[in-house]
């Protein structure tokens, strides 16, 4: 049976590029695995979709039910993030850089996390200690991954390893210029035109578990917030669709990768915690957040805090 290798519920670049990326090193380690995501292509994001299309990369299948199989993760470990059935799943490996999520095993498993700002920087080492070539078209997948995640260096997650795995990935993958790569996906990513305010808010979104309240956060990284001045209304119907389906709390991050900093839109039942946890005042339902750039490190860890967790 192969090990169907997968990322979070979402899909970003780090968990697209991650799961081919781990399943090339199973596969040159003589195991057999097969890369999933849980949205089938044709609603994978723009940023994800142009570094696919970039480097020559297969985008993985569409993930199924699970349960009773072998599954790797991939840049996720909780089971909130993961197909209803994974529970029922054997997780016989997780590569994260995330926190310790509530996904559990029966027997013993590869578990590799590492504060880190990306998956693709963990793969790298792990390719580099097993002494497996990273094909060329991956190497660039994860090489993009970690621009993305790590905001081109310039968010509080990045590390040196990070830097120093874009410079080994550079000369596998034939890369030069890698702020022409970064600019291209932010110019994808950032894209807003056209698109539905639900896929907006849903195109980089996770729901946490805040001490029993689910609380969702999305982010959408943007050249500057004058992007999404004509949709923001239809933005904040969207939210308060989602919060409708249960949710504590709904918060975007429009985040302004030039002004290095985020306008936090919030729908909450309690809006004076979020004003808490990040010790600002809301007006009109949102607040600037100078010099937040990371979901991660500086709003879910903050909200955490404030729900008591």
């Not at 956060?217 to 308060?240: W, Y």
């Amino acid at each position: 049976m192969a090990i169907s290798v997968f990322g979070h519920t979402n899909p970003d670049t780090d968990s697209v590029t991650a799961s081919l990326a781990l399943t090339a090193l199973f596969k040159a380690q003589g195991k057999d695995a097969e890369a999933f995501m849980q949205i089938d292509e044709a609603n994978l994001n723009p940023e994800s979709k142009t570094v696919l299309k970039r480097f020559g990369l297969t985008a993985p299948k569409t993930l199924g039910a699970v349960a009773g199989k072998e599954v790797a993760l991939v840049d996720f470990s909780d089971l909130g993030q993961g197909p209803e059935d994974l529970a029922k799943a054997e997780v016989v490996a997780i590569v994260d850089h995330h926190k310790l999520g509530d996904v559990t095993t029966n027997s013993p498993l590869l578990y590799r996390a590492e504060p880190v700002g990306c998956t693709g920087t963990i793969l790298n080492k792990m390719f580099k200690e097993a002494g497996v070539t990273i094909p060329k078209d991956i190497a660039g997948g994860m090489l993009s991954a970690i621009l993305s995640d790590t905001v081109n260096f310039k968010s509080p997650t990045c590390t040196e390893d990070d830097k120093v795995a874009v410079a080994e990935l550079k000369g596998i993958a034939g890369v030069t210029d890698t702020d022409e790569i970064f600019m291209e996906m932010l110019k994808a990513k950032s894209a807003v035109a056209g698109i539905p305010a639900k896929d907006l808010l849903y195109r980089d979104y996770k729901d946490f578990d805040m001490n029993g309240k689910k609380v969702g956060v999305g982010q959408l990284e943007l050249a500057s917030l004058d992007q999404v001045a004509t949709v923001r209304n239809d933005l904040e119907k969207a939210m308060a669709i989602a919060k409708a389906e249960g949710r504590h709390s709904v918060l975007l991050m429009l985040t302004d990768v030039v002004k290095e900093g985020t306008e936090l839109v919030v729908l909450s039942d309690e809006p004076a915690v979020i004003e808490g946890a990040f010790s600002g005042k809301l007006k009109d339902g949102s607040m600037w957040i100078d010099g937040m750039m990371s979901r991660k490190k500086q709003t879910v860890p903050n909200l955490q805090k404030a729900f008591g967790c």
